[in-house]
Nanobody, 125 residues
Framework: QVQLVESGGGSVEAGGSLRLSCAAA????????????MGWFRQAPGKEREGVATITIDGDRSYYTDSVKGRFTISRDNFNNSVYLQMNSLKPEDTAMYYCAAGPHFFSGCEYRHWGQGTQVTDSS
């Protein structure tokens, strides 16, 4: 079973930046020869969980929700089995718990099966 650990969250002023990191354990045992995705999700109090960004490990293609496009960048470090989320120009509406996730990449899309415990991101207005 893959275990994901997030770090890098914190509290920043509007317009500030944060870089989230996600370290994956069990990577070689589960996904070494499998097409898979890693992504970032977030959930604010009283709101539904939403996908923020996704990256395909096999093709290194990235996708973003419209609200963060141009401000957030997802990247990976295959050697260290890690994925990152660079967040610039943070807005109050970005305040949420951010979760790293991973799962197989099928033709229909990513099926997330493994989740981290989350890291809090707070943007003050």
């Amino acid at each position: 079973q893959v275990q994901l650990v997030e770090s890098g969250g914190g509290s920043v002023e509007a317009g500030g930046s944060l870089r989230l990191s996600c370290a994956a354990a069990g990577y070689s045992n589960v996904y070494s020869n499998v097409r898979y995705c890693m992504g970032w999700f977030r959930q604010a109090p009283g709101k539904e969980r939403e996908g923020v960004a996704t990256i395909t490990i096999d093709g290194d293609r990235s996708y973003y929700t419209d609200s963060v496009k141009g401000r957030f960048t997802i990247s990976r470090d295959n050697f260290n089995n890690s994925v990152y989320l660079q967040m610039n120009s943070l807005k109050p509406e970005d305040t949420a718990m951010y979760y790293c996730a991973a799962g197989p990449h099928f033709f229909s899309g990513c099926e997330y099966r493994h989740w981290g415990q989350g890291t809090q991101v707070t943007d003050s207005s």
